[in-house]
T-cell receptor, first 114, second 117 residues
Framework: AQTVTQSQPEMSVQEAETVTLSCTYD???????LFWYKQPPSRQMILVIR??????QNATENRFSVNFQKAAKSFSLKISDSQLGDTAMYFC???????????FGQGTTLQVKP | DTGVSQDPRHKITKRGQNVTFRCDPI?????LYWYRQTLGQGPEFLTY????????KSRLLSNRFSAERPKGSFSTLEIQRTEQGDSAMYLC???????????????FGPGTRLTVL
């Protein structure tokens, strides 16, 4: 069975600094996808970034980038130039190709401090 | 796109009552998903539909839970004989999937928060 583990329940960062959120996963599948979702307080979940396992290049979306280490089954999220609006719970999620369901980690609560 | 909408946003009920939630996906999205999220945890998959066909149900979904998507558009999730352990946020998501091995982004609604007293 696939599992996703986020070992940092809470993190904080000063505004404008860089922070990295960790995620590891376990799977025997070869065709899969990884995601980071953001859930601000009392607001709905939105996609931050996604990575296809077959792509060697790490995905980037503006201030957000990932470090995808396939052999180590690690998928960390780096947020550069942190902004107050980045304060949220961040979920790492896994899906294998053709499946419908996302498998989520436990989440990391990120607090950006002014 | 108006986004995924869910109704109601909040529901308080007494133990033993039945409740029904509705989800309206983004138009033209053929897949619709239901997840359950308890406080401080990641969402857990419940079930999903492709058009009107229910393709997968989680083993977490007891026989008190039933979901439908009768015309391949909106979906309902019903919980019969609610228990206090059913208290959670129920999230709906939708996606437009164009092929059997393709993975498309799931867009989430705001959720329905259920409190069972």
């Amino acid at each position: 069975a696939q599992t996703v583990t986020q070992s940092q329940p809470e993190m904080s960062v000063q505004e404008a600094e860089t922070v990295t959120l960790s995620c590891t996963y376990d799977t025997s599948e070869s065709n899969y996808y990884l995601f980071w979702y953001k859930q601000p307080p009392s607001r709905q979940m939105i996609l931050v970034i996604r990575q296809e396992a077959y792509k060697q290049q790490n995905a980037t979306e503006n201030r957000f980038s990932v470090n995808f280490q396939k052999a180590a089954k690690s998928f960390s999220l780096k947020i550069s130039d942190s902004q107050l609006g980045d304060t949220a719970m961040y979920f790492c999620a896994f899906m294998y190709g053709g499946a419908g369901k996302l498998i989520f980690g436990q989440g990391t609560t990120l607090q950006v401090k002014p | 796109d108006t986004g995924v909408s869910q109704d109601p946003r909040h529901k308080i009920t007494k133990r033993g009552q039945n409740v029904t939630f509705r989800c309206d996906p983004i138009s033209e999205h053929n897949r619709l998903y239901w997840y359950r999220q308890t406080l401080g945890q990641g969402p857990e998959f419940l079930t999903y539909f492709q058009n009107e066909a229910q393709l997968e149900k989680s083993r977490l979904l007891s026989n008190r839970f039933s979901a439908e998507r009768p015309k391949g558009s909106f979906s309902t999730l019903e919980i019969q004989r609610t228990e206090q352990g059913d208290s959670a946020m129920y999230l709906c998501a939708s996606s437009r999937t164009s092929g059997p091995l393709r993975v498309d982004t799931q867009y989430f609604g705001p959720g329905t928060r259920l409190t069972v007293l």
